[in-house]
């Protein structure tokens, strides 16, 4: 009864704090629960690999796929249009030929490709072209390399997780979901260098927080910068 009496804005701010308070004992009880199991970053290390890995081979291809099989191999824009129909469309015979590597295009001419679009960082485009090389030359195997880089920031987001919070678990949750996330997901199957990145933006970070920590604030501000 002496509920009634509240202003219905009182009322509502006192559901609210009840329901932030469940969701943070509930997030702090699940992080402590998973945190004590060793295997927990083995468990998410296989969940991934299952999720990342199947099926790369699915014959639908993005846009900006397509981009990366064209400059990994060096082709130029030229070409391109040189065989690009009226209206834009590109026929899928004349498309299929662009998919694998010439003998007339080099390294030369894929480190020319990259450098008249930086829109991207070139590492991811260089190791696609050896992948192609040496393993296979087709876009699956492209996909499976960022599966691979993926697969690898799962580790390392443990370790800066661990680093950033200190509370029992937090890394293990982040682990777990970054290991299903949907993003992370779409980025592991995807011919294109964000995983790359991710994975090289978390060990940048991990790199920081050690630096910051050791006391060597100059060494840290280069990394930051860098």
């Known amino acids: 009864m002496r509920g ?23 997030q702090l009880g699940l992080a402590t629960a998973l945190a004590r199991f060793a295997v927990v970053l083995p468990l998410a290390l296989v969940a991934g690999a299952l999720v990342r890995f199947h099926d790369p081979a699915h014959p639908w291809l993005s846009h900006d796929e397509v981009f990366t099989m064209l400059r990994s191999a060096g082709y130029p824009v030229a070409e391109l249009d040189a065989v690009t129909a009226r209206g834009g469309a590109i026929p ?82 982040a682990v777990m979901t970054a290991a299903v996330s949907p993003l992370q997901l779409l980025y592991a199957q995807d011919a294109r260098p964000y995983s790359l990145l991710f994975l090289l933006t978390t060990l940048a970070c991990c790199a920081y927080l050690r630096l910051r920590r050791r006391g060597d604030t100059a060494s840290a501000s280069v990394s930051y910068t860098h």
Not at 12 to 24: F, G, N
Not at 100 to 125: C, I, N, R, V
Not at 128 to 151: C, T
């Open 4 to 26: 009634r009496g509240r202003p219905p804005q009182l009322r509502v701010a006192i559901h609210i704090a009840a329901l932030m308070a469940a969701a943070e004992a509930f």
């Open 92 to 173: 899928a015979a004349s498309l299929q030929a662009f998919l694998k590597l010439s003998p007339l295009h080099s390294w030369a001419d894929t480190l020319q490709a990259l450098a008249g679009h930086p829109e991207h960082p070139p590492l991811y485009f260089l190791l696609s072209r050896l992948v192609r090389e040496r393993l296979n030359d087709s876009v699956s195997a492209l996909r499976q390399l960022s599966a691979v880089f993926s697969l690898l920031a799962l580790p390392a987001l443990h370790r800066l997780s661990g680093q950033v919070c200190a509370r029992a678990g937090v890394a293990a949750v």
